[in-house]
Each structure stands twice: as C-alpha cells, then as structure tokens.
C-alpha cells in the first residue's frame, strides 16, 4: 500500500505514496486533526479547496460523542462529515491514559471515566478496532498505552509489552472483520529506551501491517532523544530491508516537521495549525507572527505577501486583527484557512524539493528565515 518514489542523497527524506480506498496520498503528507469528526474553524468543503488530503478523527472521542451507533446509521464518518478523501482513526489511547486519576489499566482492556458525565466504561483492544469499524474510517490504529516522560524502564517495559499483547489481539480481530481496503497501522512505543523500542518494532513487523505510527513521543523528552529513536527505528528498518509509511502521531511545526522528514518520516498529524489559528498566531513564510500585537493595528498589508490563499488576498493584517480583538467569529474562520492553506502548499513545497534533489537545501533555507 506504501511505495517509495524516490530519495534524497544528502538525508533520509523520501518521496512516496500510499494507496488507501479513497484515492493516493503523496508523503511526505500533513494530516489536520478533526478530533471530534470537525476541523474547528472550517468545514470539509474548505479542506477540499485548499486541497487537503486527509484527516486524523479520534476513536475515544466519537465514542462518548455523539457515539458510534449514530456515525453508523449515518453511513460513516466520511458521509456524518462530508469529507470524501482518506480519514485516519486514532484509537485514543493517548486521551484516555491522559486521564490518570478517572482510569484503570489492565492487560484486558482499560476502564475510565468519561470526561464529559463522568460515566465509567471499560474498553477492550477488540472494543477499540470495533469502534473504528463502525465509524468506518480508512486507516485504523490500535489501542496502546501511551506513558509519559520521564518514565522507569521497569514501567515503560511493562506498559511496551501490553501494547505489543493488544496489537496482536487487535491484528487478528482486524482481519477476521475488516473492511476491503481498511489500513491497520501499528504503533511503535517503548518511551526513550532503544531497546524496547526495537522490540515494539520488531513485533509490528511480525503482525503485518501496513503502516508504522511513532507513539509516545513529543510528551517531553528532548529532541536529541527524539530524534535519536527515529534514525535507530529507520537503520533497523534498512537492515530488514524493510519498507513501511512512518507516521509520526501529533507532531507538526514545521521545523520539527523538516527535522523528521529527514529521517525517513512520511505523515504527520497535528492540532498546531487550527489550534494557534484561534489564538490568533499566523504561519508566513518569514515565520509565525501574533496578528493580535498592536503592530498590525494599522497594518493594511496581507497576512503573507507571498502567499496566494483567499484571506491573504482579500484581507489585511489590520482587519483581521480587529476580528481578532473583537471576539468574532470570522477571525478563526479566516486565520485557520490561512494557517491550513499555508502548512499545505509548506508540504508540497517539501515534496518538490525532494524530488528534484534539493531537499536540504530547502530545509537549510526555510530553517534559516523562519522565525518562530
């Protein structure tokens, strides 16, 4: 489902496309994330204008709400939303093992309690791919147990092997109920220790996947440590000669994006451009700006001179920070459409460069005037 085009000489950036059901994904990809089946400040048909290729929706979520039984008699969650391209479920392992004083972990499943009512459940590694069935996404990930930084080794393996345990009882569920054309991804955890991260790795090859999701990472640790697990995942990869889509779960600024990329990661999904849309922090070019400073209050000039998107060529820095100010609802309408438009052409301009051989001269140039 996963086919490297082409790679770069001086990195291990590469150029590549994954198949799903709704149509091909060229990588490197940016993911927005529409947790709760809605990228907030826009709507699908938005996403299809800027040319948005998919979504990342969140299995814990849409379960509490509006629940799956509803998504289902909608026709799916591609039909609920209308958005017709390629939609990944997250399990919502991360959400749920964030809820530390409402949850229980258990080999068997976890228990929580609703962040919403407070009503407990208890869900079972067969419950989570069920889920996602249900809701009828395109690229399903399994439950795992996401710990935080810093973490004892003794924990961290303890918690590696029950995410390993679930993956298997998840693959076997997966493929005796799956949809055609459903993707099953597995998600490599392991906290910072290589070792365990290479036994995680090494049990995802063993199931048969079609993708591999980076987990736990970017919950702390510094980047060198980062970093350093991603290029010891791809050298065992290499040596397998081994070939998978490395997606890289919640992670998405863009020099943290070019840092990966150029260690072999393909997707990324991330809340970064709507979140800091709402908060009124812009992506240009030259790099981020605050829109709501006073600077711009007579500022009469486009959000990014160089930028072709609808706001950028209808509106001025000046109004939309009045919008800003005032509380209306039309500056985070505007500044996400921007902020998506923006971090979409940011990818293809990536894949570009990679494909005419110029990727690290890109990424030493962007690196350079991008002020964060």
Known sequence: ?????????????????????????????????????????????????IGIEGILVNAYHLFLRPGTEIIKLSGGIHKFMNFNKTIISDSGGYQIFS?????????EGVEFQSHLD??????????VIQIQLDIDSDVILPLDECVKFPTSFEYAKEANLRTINW???????????????VLFFGINQGSTYLDLRKI?????????????????????????????????????????????LIYFMGYGKPKD???????????????????FARTGTVFTNEGKIVI??????????????????????????????????????????????HNLFWYQRFIEKVREAISCGKFLEFKEEFIAKFKE
């Open 167 to 181: 993956l298997i009882k998840s693959k076997k569920f997966f493929q005796k109920y799956k949809k055609d054309g």
């Open 257 to 275: 994006i070019l840092e990966a990329i150029s260690l072999g990661v393909d997707l990324f999904d991330c809340v970064v451009p709507t979140r």
């Open 99 to 107: 809820l530390e004083k409402l949850r229980k972990i258990t080999d």
């Open 292 to 337: 709501r400073n006073a600077q711009y209050a007579k500022d009469f000039s486009p959000l990014d001179k160089n930028c072709s998107c609808f706001v950028c060529r209808n509106y001025t820095r000046a109004y939309l920070r009045h919008l800003l100010n005032a509380k209306e609802i039309n500056a985070a309408v505007l500044l996400t459409y």
């Open 1 to 49: 489902m996963f086919k490297v085009l082409k790679r770069d000489e001086k990195t291990k950036a590469r150029l590549g496309i994954l198949k799903t059901r709704k149509g091909m994904i060229f990588t490197p990809s940016f993911f927005p994330v529409a947790t709760q089946a809605a990228i907030k400040g826009s709507i699908s048909e938005k996403l299809a204008e």
């Open 118 to 127: 407070g009503k407990t459940f208890f869900l079972t590694p067969y419950d």
């Open 200 to 244: 995680s790795l090494e049990s995802i090859i063993n199931v048969e996947v079609d993708g591999i999701a980076l987990g736990g990472l970017s919950v702390g640790e510094p980047p060198h440590l980062r970093y350093n697990i991603i290029h010891f995942l791809q050298e065992i990869l290499e040596k397998k000669k081994k070939e998978f």
